[in-house]
């Protein structure tokens, strides 16, 4: 099953491009953090609060897209987004992604330190203000190497 393919890769992952799109179709392609995949939904940390937000509220659907580099097998997202922006879930959410930048910083201090390196930043800096996108993973599409193309719907 793709969905659940694609979703193992995510999780190893802490972000991801989504693509969004205005009425007037300018487009636009971010790097969003991946606060966790749970019950056919993936929830995505905008720390920015610019033209994603923007587009979602013009256009609530948007397109995910990562490569897994073991295969070079491409895959695609799609599905509609709800904007989580206060309230009881709001807060239930954010507790969940200060434990995770924390977990995220040690890890990255520990990797730094048993290999020897230095970085500009360990820590994952967390803004004032941020914005939670739940994804609903309608379809997942499979770009595989010599452009084999499989999709799925949810």
């Known amino acids: 099953m793709m969905r659940v393919k694609a979703c193992e890769i995510l999780k190893g992952r802490e972000f991801v491009s989504i693509a969004t799109c205005d ?12 606060l966790k995949i749970e019950a ?3 929830f995505l940390v905008d720390y920015v609060i610019g033209r994603t937000l923007r587009n979602l509220k013009i256009n609530p659907y948007a397109s995910l897209s990562f490569v897994d580099t073991h295969t070079l097998t491409a895959y695609q997202i799609n599905g509609p987004v ?13 507790k969940e992604l200060h ?4 977990d995220l910083s040690i890890q990255r201090i520990m990797e ?3 290999k020897g390196q230095k970085h500009e930043a360990f820590e994952v800096a967390n803004s004032e203000k941020s914005v939670i996108f739940r994804v609903k993973i309608e379809e997942v599409v499979e770009m595989g190497v010599g452009g084999a193309l499989k999709r799925e719907k949810a």
């Open 112 to 114: 730094a330190v048993t």
């Open 40 to 42: 056919g939904h993936i």
């Open 82 to 94: 709800e904007i989580i922006a206060g309230g009881q879930e709001y807060e239930k959410l954010l």
């Open 99 to 102: 434990q995770k930048e924390v």
């Open 23 to 34: 009425f007037g179709g300018k487009p636009n392609a971010a790097s969003k953090f991946i």
